[in-house]
């Protein structure tokens, strides 16, 4: 699986769009993006995942770059409940999840 | 949906014994789950991975004699801690991949077991 590349931590003022970023240079062209992130002390969360095309839930909005070597994933309107540590994930489909040291979003008021 | 459960939430048991979590995918099926360990402060490290009907796959370095796994349904699989000492002590995190909902398979998580081992 590709390596990605996140900034450790962000700050994001509540109310406002959050941008995290994700490098994965390496990506090959059958590996997804998946991000999740994990609050404090619980198991980490779906968010979503694409494969070229930008994708949107209800959650957030994943954007991949046309070479796909970068992603950013928008919480639209951050929230205190926000706050996590979120990962960016490359990998087929088959393969297992594995976490890197994703980035600590911390959402302020 | 994509709800995955776990059980207990918590435990604490003395060194030597053993200690048995469950985890439940509770509206789809699971062909394939996972188990990882988080220590604090650090990510969460993928210990195994089980197939309903066969044996797991250990990680480097994860005890398979230790660690036992078994996945019996579709539904669920247990992780057994066996002779548990106090540097077992960690967040176990089961997680299932669901294989229906199209190319790209996603795996959803439970919400994990803090084990203390005294």
């Not at chain 1, 992603?71 to 926000?82: K, Q, V």
Request: hydrophobic share 30%; with cysteine.
């Amino acid at each position: 699986d590709a390596k990605t590349t996140q900034p450790p931590s962000m700050d994001c003022a509540e109310g406002r769009a959050a941008n995290l970023p994700c490098n994965h240079s390496t990506i090959s062209g059958n590996e997804y993006v998946y991000w999740y992130r994990q609050i404090h002390s619980q198991g980490p969360q779906y968010i979503i995942h694409g494969l070229k095309n930008n994708e949107t839930n209800e959650m957030a909005s994943l954007i991949i770059t046309e070479d796909r070597k970068s992603s950013t994933l928008i919480l639209p309107h951050a929230t205190l409940r926000d706050t996590a540590v979120y990962y960016c994930i490359a990998k087929t489909g088959n393969t297992p999840l594995v976490f890197g040291k994703g980035t600590r979003l911390s959402v302020i008021a | 949906g994509a709800v995955v459960s776990q059980h207990p939430s918590w435990v604490i048991c003395k060194s030597g014994t053993s200690v048995k979590i469950e985890c439940r995918s509770l509206d789809f099926q699971a062909t394939t789950m996972f188990w990882y360990r988080q220590f604090p402060k650090q990510s969460l490290m993928l210990m195994a991975t089980s197939n309903e009907g066969s044996k797991a796959t250990y990680e480097q370095g994860v005890e398979k004699d230790k660690f036992l796994i078994n996945h019996a349904s579709l539904t669920l699989s247990t992780l057994t801690v066996t002779s548990a000492h106090p540097e077992d002590s960690s967040f176990y995190i089961c997680s299932a991949r669901d294989q229906g909902r199209g190319p790209g398979k996603t795996q959803y998580f439970g919400p994990g077991t803090r084990l203390l081992v005294l």
